[in-house]
């Protein structure tokens, strides 16, 4: 296995501090997209309620409404998994170095 350059692992740094902002508000855009979906489907079930409320609640599932609200969650999930992963893997990176760095350590002693 070769061994990271401090440059990668500045590279890394870099990277978790420059994106800090755009993971968070992923996060954020994803949790609310989520939380909205009762909603939108709280306002359809209304639209029905001289219906059962299975009947209401089959059509809410089927509104296209929801179905393009499931379709603007898909992407927010999407752009929020893509900061975690990518944000995972820089913190990984870091953290190879810093057990390479400590079995160097050890083997000076």
């Not at 296995?1 to 990668?8: A, C, D, K, T």
């Amino acid at each position: 296995m070769r061994s990271l350059s401090e440059v990668e692992i500045e590279k890394a740094l870099d990277y978790l501090r420059d994106n800090a902002e755009d993971a968070a508000m992923a996060r954020a855009n994803r949790l609310y997209m989520e939380e909205y979906r009762k909603v939108v489907k709280a306002q359809i079930m209304k639209q029905h309620d001289h219906l059962a409320l299975g009947a209401q609640e089959r059509n809410a599932y089927s509104d296209p409404l929801y179905i393009e609200h499931l379709k603007a969650m898909h992407t927010a999930i999407e752009e929020d998994e893509k900061h975690r992963f990518l944000l995972s893997a820089a913190n990984a990176k870091i953290d190879a170095w810093r057990t390479h760095m400590a079995t160097e350590r050890s083997m000076k002693l």
